[in-house]
T-cell receptor
Framework: SQTIHQWPATLVQPVGSPLSLECTVEGTSNPNLYWYRQAAGRGLQLLFYSVGIGQISSEVPQNLSASRPQDRQFILSSKKLLLSDSGFYLC????????????FGPGTRLTVT | GENVEQHPSTLSVQEGDSAVIKCTYSDSASNYFPWYKQELGKGPQLIIDIRSNVGEKKDQRIAVTLNKTAKHFSLHITETQPEDSAVYFCAASKGAGSYQLTFGKGTKLSVIP
């Protein structure tokens, strides 16, 4: 069966510090991968998606970036965090065959102080 | 692009009553409509989905209906229980290409014992 992991689960970082969040998927190959951000009490904002190694599409211009160094690994990064980067970050993957269901990871709670 | 509207934003029901959440979509090419349940501090969990070639789908106490002509779909929860309390998100996609989902803004359901 497929499993999606995210770490760390929680993170408190000062403004201006770098960021690296990791997402890995097990039990599938060449998944479509997504990064979402969810502000407190708000909906899901798509940040990046990737259809393969080295292929990244950005949905929202900001000080975040994403990379996909391996087939089942997706990384979200920032060189300098802003207060507005606080939120709940979710990674998701999509089956590449019918019915193309999307599954979310457990999330990372980021607080920028 | 696709736009998904979700109503109501909050819903309170007595335990044992039914709950209905409604969504409308704008892109007539959308053909896949999942529903997610998000408990506090966790990632969204796929609970049921429906494709455009089906008008209704049921899974125990949960059902989803789709009206392609009117471009709206609904989630029905019967015999609600306190553990149904969560935020529910609807979504829509065209099911091909990037398999990208467009989400509604969510409904916070509270089931009062």
């Amino acid at each position: 069966s497929q499993t999606i992991h995210q770490w760390p689960a929680t993170l408190v970082q000062p403004v201006g510090s770098p960021l690296s969040l990791e997402c890995t998927v097990e039990g599938t190959s060449n998944p479509n991968l997504y990064w979402y951000r969810q502000a407190a009490g708000r909906g899901l904002q798509l940040l990046f998606y990737s259809v393969g190694i080295g292929q990244i599409s950005s949905e929202v211009p900001q000080n975040l970036s994403a990379s996909r160094p391996q087939d089942r690994q997706f990384i979200l990064s920032s060189k300098k965090l802003l207060l507005s980067d606080s939120g709940f970050y979710l990674c998701a993957w999509v089956r590449d065959y019918l019915p193309y269901e999307q599954y979310f990871g457990p999330g990372t709670r980021l607080t920028v102080t | 692009g696709e736009n998904v509207e979700q109503h109501p934003s909050t819903l309170s029901v007595q335990e044992g009553d039914s709950a209905v959440i409604k969504c409308t979509y704008s892109d007539s090419a959308s053909n896949y409509f999942p529903w997610y349940k998000q408990e506090l501090g966790k990632g969204p969990q796929l609970i049921i989905d429906i494709r455009s070639n089906v008008g209704e789908k049921k899974d125990q106490r949960i059902a989803v209906t789709l009206n392609k002509t009117a471009k709206h779909f609904s989630l029905h929860i019967t015999e609600t229980q306190p553990e149904d309390s969560a935020v529910y998100f609807c979504a829509a996609s065209k099911g091909a290409g990037s398999y990208q989902l467009t989400f509604g803004k969510g409904t916070k359901l509270s089931v009062i014992p």
